[in-house]
């Protein structure tokens, strides 16, 4: 009910979108949904990467990205954003939407109800 597109292979210093729209009866209530991007890189465990409240007021970065990754939504299309700018090859990874219903602490997986399938970012030094 939620579909991660837009990743892709990049330079490092280059840039990639991602978007992740909602279907189904995850649409539904989407514009009332905490939504989020976490990452998991190659041996790693998934990691927090952004989150942004329903109205898109308030929005969270994990500290590795901040001022390089914006997280945006358009409640019109059920859709979340993730601008990535300034890539890095340590930014390489699955990344993964995720929407909350409700949430005790944007930053764990845990908190969250909905997953995307996951798309490959695969940034080159």
């Known amino acids: 009910q939620l579909q991660a597109s837009g990743g892709g292979v990049v330079q490092a210093g280059g840039s990639l979108r991602l978007s992740c729209a909602a279907s189904?009866?995850?649409?539904?209530?989407?514009?009332?949904?905490?939504a989020g991007w976490f990452r998991q890189a190659p041996g790693k465990e998934r990691e927090f990467v952004a989150a942004?409240?329903?109205?898109?007021?308030?929005?969270y970065y994990t500290d590795s990205v901040k001022g390089r990754f914006t997280i945006s939504r358009d409640n019109t299309k059920n859709t979340e954003y993730l601008q990535m700018s300034s890539l890095k090859p340590e930014d390489t990874g699955v990344y993964y939407c995720?929407?909350?219903?409700?949430?005790?602490?944007?930053?764990?997986?845990?908190?969250?109800?909905?997953w995307g399938q996951g798309t490959q970012v695969t940034v080159s030094s």
């Open positions: 189904g009866r995850t649409s539904n209530s989407f514009s009332r949904y905490v």
């Open positions: 942004i409240g329903w109205s898109g007021t308030f929005t």
């Open positions: 995720a929407a909350a219903t409700s949430l005790s602490d944007y930053r764990l997986g845990s908190s969250y109800d909905y």
